[in-house]
């Protein structure tokens, strides 16, 4: 769920993009709604423990969320890998077609 807005971050601060104006409002209920998940799931779980007596639930929740943040890492380094690369060849099309191409460039060079 956090993914696009991780890719939109990091592409403001790696590739120094425009933040889109209402990128932060949407950080901060995006932030809200998971939290809520989160601690509404944690007390869920709390209650079937007292009732029923599992042991694994809150490991299992917090098991859950690192595969979340990590895979949500992972996706957020592929997509700008992805943006990076289309630069670099537009950057090298640009090139052999004997065009001006500073601003793709200078991007494509600032990454690496």
């Known amino acids: 769920m956090l993914t696009p807005l991780a890719t939109a971050m990091a592409n403001k601060a790696l590739l120094k993009q425009p933040t889109p104006y ?3 409002p949407t950080v ?3 932030l809200a709604g998971s939290v809520m ?3 509404g799931n944690y007390l869920d779980t709390q209650h079937q423990h007292a009732e029923h007596g599992n042991p694994h639930s809150v490991h299992d929740m917090a098991i859950g969320l690192s595969l979340a943040v990590v895979s949500m890492l992972l996706l957020t380094a ?3 890998s992805l943006q990076v690369g289309v630069d670099a060849r537009l950057c090298a099309w640009q090139a052999g077609r004997k065009r001006h191409a500073a601003g793709a460039c200078a991007r494509v060079l600032l990454c690496c």
Request: charged share 10%; glycine share 0%; aromatic share 24%.
């Open 22 to 24: 209402k990128l932060w």
């Open 28 to 30: 901060f209920v995006t």
């Open 78 to 80: 592929y997509l700008l």
């Open 37 to 39: 998940i989160v601690v």
